[in-house]
């Protein structure tokens, strides 16, 4: 009876360790992208609270307020940070605009403003 008790309890102990090592994989495979989603979504709220207080916003104005943005996933040493990228930038814009956050000025012009409603 204490073979089978122990037996049941060394089960037990590899299910969840095999449960762990999977979780932990997933959670590295997916890492990168997971950054990269939370860093645009963090961006796009500090532009969106830049524009609550100014009417406008250029292309370097928005380089300028994102810059430095830095997120990290709970219980992970890696971060991702924004350093002045004109790539960023320009991702982050499209993305606001497919998004329906803001919209340029005029078309062609690299000023925008909060989508009117």
Same mark, same amino acid.
């Given at each position: 009876?204490?073979? !089978?008790?122990?037996?049941? /309890?060394?089960?037990?102990?590899?299910?969840?360790?095999?449960? *762990?090592?999977?979780? /932990?994989? &997933?959670?590295?495979?997916?890492? $990168?992208?997971? *950054?990269? &989603?939370? *860093?645009?979504?963090?961006?796009?709220?500090?532009?969106?609270?830049? !524009?609550?207080?100014?009417?406008?916003?250029?292309?370097?104005?928005?380089?300028?307020?994102?810059? /430095?943005?830095?997120?990290?996933?709970?219980?992970?040493?890696? $971060?991702?940070?924004?350093? /002045?990228?004109?790539?960023?930038?320009? $991702?982050?814009?499209? !993305?606001?605009?497919?998004?329906?956050?803001?919209?340029?000025?005029?078309?062609?012009?690299?000023?925008?403003?909060?989508?009117?409603?």
């Amino acid at each position: 009876m204490r073979f !089978l008790i122990a037996g049941f /309890g060394i089960l037990l102990f590899a299910a969840a360790t095999a449960i *762990l090592v999977v979780w /932990g994989m &997933r959670k590295s495979y997916f890492q $990168r992208e997971n *950054l990269s &989603r939370m *860093l645009f979504s963090k961006a796009a709220d500090k532009v969106m609270r830049y !524009l609550k207080t100014h009417d406008t916003i250029s292309a370097s104005q928005m380089r300028k307020v994102v810059d /430095g943005t830095e997120v990290s996933e709970a219980f992970s040493r890696n $971060r991702a940070v924004v350093q /002045g990228d004109k790539e960023f930038t320009a $991702r982050l814009i499209e !993305l606001m605009q497919n998004d329906g956050k803001i919209e340029p000025i005029e078309p062609g012009k690299s000023v925008y403003r909060k989508k009117q409603k």
